[in-house]
């Protein structure tokens, strides 16, 4: 079985950063898409980047330009550079991976989740 763990979060101020980071407990072999995603108290859990095998990328609207999604295939880590913060951008974050588990069957990881609170 496999385990995403995120770390990074915590409390920072607005306009302030934070990088947030993802790791498998073990190797993973043919991980497609990878992405960040988040759920703030009351609302459904919402696409923040996602970001494929090849390096494409896609970023929610109200992200863009402020944060920035990375990959390392060979570690099998994902990161979020989040910058310039918004107390709107408080919310648990959790990490996904997309990972092939045949020819046409996939299987969704996520992590636990950590928080970001970003005051104002």
Known sequence: QVQLVESGGGLVQAGGSLRLSCTASRRIYMINTMGWYRQAPGKQRELVATITRGGNTNYADSV?????????????????????????????????????????????????????????
């Open 64 to 120: 863009n330009g402020r944060f920035t999604i990375s990959r390392d295939n060979g570690k099998n880590t994902v990161d979020l550079q989040m910058n310039s913060l918004k107390p709107e951008d408080t919310a648990v974050y959790y990490c996904n991976y997309n990972v092939q588990t045949g020819r046409w069957d996939r299987i969704d990881y996520w992590g636990q989740g950590t928080q970001v609170t970003v005051s104002s």
